[in-house]
């Protein structure tokens, strides 16, 4: 594997991508369509990198944060107008050496990362079983569709990086967490991270519920 690439990229506000994770994209900017073209002629693979805001300068208006995520794209649909509608599945980590920002695209070079070494312990079974239990219950909220997940969720119990990053991909939306979790390379810290947002998202749908069955006061 080389040490490092250069890849298209897109960066995005409030839009982190994960490994494991099925993204919708609408891709409609110029110097996108061009990528998406040429992505499509190649190796059908772009990154997609959050905003970092706090880089943000007159001559580096689109800074991406220090960690990404490379995507294939999995389905597109090339509408009559020239815009698309794909979808992008995350492939694998990586870290950012060099942002490009020459025309026609933004191009990063990266080095992909792997996780650090990782051996079973309580604590990893501790965190599998929890990520499992509060998935199915937040998943089972969204109605008959819930049974392929759940089933892909807990095909994944022996493969605990695979399914914090399958969970966290499908079920935590804030991009800040999410960005954490991309850049987390220890298994157990992960596993750890994704059960405690789920345990917070868990207890929310729980009050949500009480706040709908509770009688209406008067105004």
Request: proline share 7%; glycine share 4%; with cysteine.
């Given at each position: 594997?080389?040490?490092?690439?250069?890849?298209?990229?897109?960066?995005?506000?409030?839009?982190?991508?994960?490994?494991?994770?099925l993204?919708?994209?609408?891709?409609?900017?110029?110097?996108?369509?061009?990528?998406?073209?040429?992505?499509?002629?190649s190796?059908?693979?772009?990154?997609?990198?959050?905003?970092?805001?706090?880089?943000?300068?007159?001559?580096?208006?689109?800074p991406?944060?220090?960690?990404?995520?490379?995507?294939?794209?999995?389905?597109?649909?090339?509408?009559?107008?020239?815009t698309?509608?794909?979808?992008?599945?995350?492939?694998?980590?990586?870290?950012?050496?060099?942002?490009?920002?020459?025309?026609?695209?933004?191009?990063?070079?990266?080095?992909?990362?792997?996780?650090?070494?990782?051996?079973?312990?309580?604590?990893?079974?501790?965190?599998?079983?929890?990520?499992?239990?509060?998935s199915?219950?937040?998943?089972?909220?969204?109605?008959?569709?819930?049974?392929?997940?759940?089933?892909?969720?807990?095909?994944?119990?022996?493969?605990?990086?695979?399914?914090?990053?399958?969970?966290?991909?499908?079920?935590?939306?804030?991009?800040?967490?999410?960005?954490?979790?991309?850049?987390?390379?220890?298994?157990?810290?992960?596993?750890?991270?994704?059960?405690?947002?789920?345990?917070?998202?868990?207890?929310?749908?729980?009050?949500?519920?009480?706040?709908?069955?509770?009688?209406?006061?008067?105004?």
């Amino acid at each position: 594997m080389p040490t490092s690439i250069v890849i298209p990229v897109m960066t995005l506000g409030n839009c982190v991508l994960l490994p494991q994770q099925l993204l919708p994209l609408r891709i409609f900017e110029p110097r996108y369509r061009l990528m998406l073209k040429e992505a499509l002629a190649s190796h059908g693979m772009f990154a997609i990198s959050l905003l970092d805001d706090s880089a943000i300068t007159l001559d580096n208006p689109e800074p991406p944060h220090s960690f990404t995520c490379v995507g294939r794209i999995a389905n597109h649909l090339e509408h009559d107008d020239g815009t698309s509608h794909l979808i992008i599945e995350g492939l694998r980590r990586a870290r950012v050496l060099n942002v490009e920002r020459s025309l026609p695209y933004p191009r990063l070079t990266i080095a992909p990362v792997v996780d650090e070494p990782h051996h079973d312990s309580i604590a990893t079974v501790r965190d599998v079983a929890r990520i499992l239990s509060y998935s199915e219950k937040i998943v089972e909220s969204i109605g008959p569709d819930a049974e392929p997940l759940i089933n892909r969720f807990n095909s994944l119990t022996n493969q605990p990086s695979v399914l914090a990053d399958a969970v966290a991909g499908h079920l935590i939306e804030d991009a800040d967490v999410r960005q954490k979790l991309l850049e987390c390379l220890s298994v157990e810290r992960r596993l750890k991270m994704v059960a405690d947002e789920l345990a917070i998202l868990d207890a929310e749908r729980l009050i949500d519920g009480l706040d709908k069955d509770a009688p209406q006061g008067l105004n």
